[in-house]
T-cell receptor, first 113, second 114 residues
Framework: KQEVTQIPAALSVPEGENLVLNCSFT??????LQWFRQDPGKGLTSLLL?????REQTSGRLNASLDKSSGRSTLYIAASQPGDSATYLC????????????FGTGTQLKVEL | DAMVIQNPRYQVTQFGKPVTLSCSQT?????MYWYQQKSSQAPKLLFH???????NEADTPDNFQSRRPNTSFCFLDIRSPGLGDAAMYLC?????????????FGDGTRLSIL
């Protein structure tokens, strides 16, 4: 059974810092990995999707990498801003599993002025 | 423009009183999903529809049912809510059931049980 873990569970950084969020998964037979953002009391916003054949994806100040063989992904946020404060979730789709997402429990990020 | 719309945003019901949550989409996607997310936990898939084909997850309680009358709408029915069913319920869509399609989420309905 696929298990997804995110460390740390919570992170507080001063504005302007570059930071890295970590995601690990136990079964490397994944189809893709997605990073989501969740604001308090809200739904999920898709940030980046990395196919299993890709190593990384970039969108603005966000860069996500994928190392399938080691079961790891990272989300790099450059020049963090208070508006980046949210919970960040990663989720994987396993091969042959349709399009079902298995989520981690998230990293709660706070960017302070 | 909102593409996956969930109503209501907040729902309060009494213990044991049936409740229905609504999801609509303007994306014309074939697949619609319902997730349950309890406080500080990961979202958990309850079931999904591929067109009219209903797919239940093995550990979804019988208390949870779903209806999809047309492409645009999908409903989550909880027949006899218990205190443990208090959670955020998230609806999502994707264009196909293959793994290379991103899922698009609504803002969720937060359900409270009195």
């Amino acid at each position: 059974k696929q298990e997804v873990t995110q460390i740390p569970a919570a992170l507080s950084v001063p504005e302007g810092e570059n930071l890295v969020l970590n995601c690990s998964f136990t079964d490397s037979a994944i189809y893709n990995l997605q990073w989501f953002r969740q604001d308090p009391g809200k739904g999920l916003t898709s940030l980046l999707l990395i196919q299993s054949s890709q190593r990384e994806q970039t969108s603005g100040r966000l860069n996500a990498s994928l190392d399938k063989s080691s079961g790891r992904s990272t989300l790099y946020i450059a020049a963090s801003q208070p508006g980046d404060s949210a919970t960040y979730l990663c989720a994987v789709v396993i091969t042959g599993g349709g399009n079902k997402l298995t989520f981690g429990t998230g990293t709660q990020l706070k960017v302070e002025l | 423009d909102a593409m996956v719309i969930q109503n209501p945003r907040y729902q309060v019901t009494q213990f044991g009183k049936p409740v229905t949550l609504s999801c609509s989409q303007t994306l014309n996607h074939n697949v619609m999903y319902w997730y349950q997310q309890k406080s500080s936990q990961a979202p958990k898939l309850l079931f999904h529809y591929y067109d009219k084909d209903f797919n239940n997850e093995a550990d979804t309680p019988d208390n949870f049912q779903s209806r999809r009358p047309n492409t645009s709408f999908c409903f989550l029915d909880i027949r006899s809510p218990g205190l443990g069913d208090a959670a955020m319920y998230l609806c999502a869509t994707s264009s196909r059931r293959t793994g290379n399609q991103p899922q698009h989420f609504g803002d969720g309905t937060r359900l409270s049980i009195l």
